[in-house]
């Protein structure tokens, strides 16, 4: 199955989107919302692309429509740009000088105008961090309130029972908003502290005492590190007796 996206022919694989064919082909489609391990949010609406059909074109999202054999895609056209300037523009309102956010403005030359009066916090509602706890099983988190009150939190915003400390979703996070407070005793994430859970050998930080536990069950804390050298020094042993 081969598509055209701006001039370039690439093989599209069965059942791909358009935004995962032209990643993996290098194209580049601009993306906050969209990350291949998680459910697609289809929230932030930067990948629109133009796909044309015979003289006219309709906008799609990128990350939504499957790619199709013959389809002709255009992500740089007039009205691409200013439906992706627009987006910019309302997402800077949304997060006021995050970096990630900055950076595509100036990629893209859209200028700053006025945010929203006393707007707070960075986050751009994207539901990258609510899929990616969903996806670990945890589920600790979620989109509270509507309109302009809605935000990502914890169930009334206490301590989540389900939340393990793993941080998964700061690190999906695409504006990197999430308040992570890792200290020599432990870590605080959402409202709730953990305590580090240490390899027993070299005392290296493995996780959260949640999160391994969950994973290990009651087996001996040891780190990647102190396991492999355990490996090595019975492959050793085992070698020196023959």
């Known amino acids: 199955m081969r598509i055209q996206i701006d001039g370039k022919e690439i093989q599209a694989l069965p059942d791909e989107t358009i935004l995962q064919a032209a990643r993996r082909e290098g194209v580049y489609i601009p993306s906050l919302c969209y990350s291949d391990p998680t459910e697609p949010t289809h929230s932030c609406r930067l990948c629109m692309v133009e796909l044309m059909e015979g003289e006219k074109g309709k906008m799609v999202a990128s990350c939504a429509m499957k790619a199709k054999d013959g389809m002709v895609v255009s992500t740089r056209t007039d009205r691409v ?6 987006l910019l523009k309302l997402l800077y309102a949304q997060a006021p000088e995050n970096p990630a956010i900055v950076e595509l403005m100036e990629r893209f030359d859209v200028e700053k105008e006025e945010v929203f009066p006393n707007k707070e916090g960075q986050c751009i509602l994207c539901g990258l961090c609510v899929q990616a706890c969903k996806k670990l099983g945890s589920s600790a988190i979620t989109t509270m309130s509507r309109g302009t009150t809605k935000e990502v939190d914890t169930p009334y915003g206490k301590e989540a029972m389900s939340c393990i400390g793993c941080a998964s ?26 305590k580090w859970a240490r390899c027993e050998k070299c005392g290296a930080i493995v996780g959260t005492d949640k999160h391994y536990s969950l994973a290990n069950g009651t087996e001996p804390i040891i780190c990647p590190d102190c396991r492999r050298h355990a490996i090595t020094d019975l492959f050793a042993a085992t070698l020196g007796e023959e």
């Open 81 to 86: 740009m200013r439906v992706r300037k627009t």
């Open 169 to 194: 979703c700061a690190d999906f996070c695409p504006t990197k908003c999430i308040e992570v407070v890792d200290t020599e005793e432990g870590r605080t994430i959402w409202n709730k502290h953990f």
